[in-house]
């Protein structure tokens, strides 16, 4: 059983940065598809990033277009986390980030590709 937990979220002017956290324990993030989702109130959960690790030096990464060249995935694997560094934050950022872990490689931009998720940390980005 994974167990998520994230870390880092808060509050942020526009056009600023922050970096979210996720340590796991049960399990490796580099033996699993890790991801990010974010929640907005009144919406569904939606695709933020993937990573995921072929052999040890092969990534594979994906975006949502929203957030293409502004956020950055990335494994610790010395530490077991995966971090979301986002920056040029924007108001529609604005979301409760959830960090997730799976074993299906394909449609990663699904949350039923996933079957670990964390409890969220709060980002509010304002105007």
């Known amino acids: 059983q994974v167990q998520l937990v994230e870390s880092g979220g808060g509050l942020v002017q526009a056009g600023g940065s922050l970096r979210v956290s996720c340590a796991a324990s049960?399990?490796?993030?580099?033996?699993?598809?890790m991801g990010w989702f974010r929640q907005a109130p009144g919406k569904e959960r939606a695709f933020v990033a993937a990573?995921?690790?072929?052999?040890?030096?092969?990534?594979?990464?994906n975006y949502a277009d929203s957030v293409k060249g502004r956020f950055t995935i990335s494994t610790d694997n010395a530490q077991n986390t995966v971090n979301l560094q986002m920056n040029n934050l924007k108001p529609e950022d604005t979301a409760v980030y959830y960090c997730?872990?799976?074993?299906?490689?394909?449609?990663?931009?699904?949350?039923?590709?996933?079957?670990?998720w964390g409890q969220g940390t709060q980002v509010t980005v304002s105007s």
């Open positions: 990573i995921r690790w072929s052999g040890t030096s092969t990534i594979y990464l």
């Open positions: 049960g399990g490796t993030v580099s033996s699993y598809v």
């Open positions: 997730a872990a799976g074993r299906r490689s394909y449609s990663v931009n699904d949350v039923g590709a996933y079957d670990y």
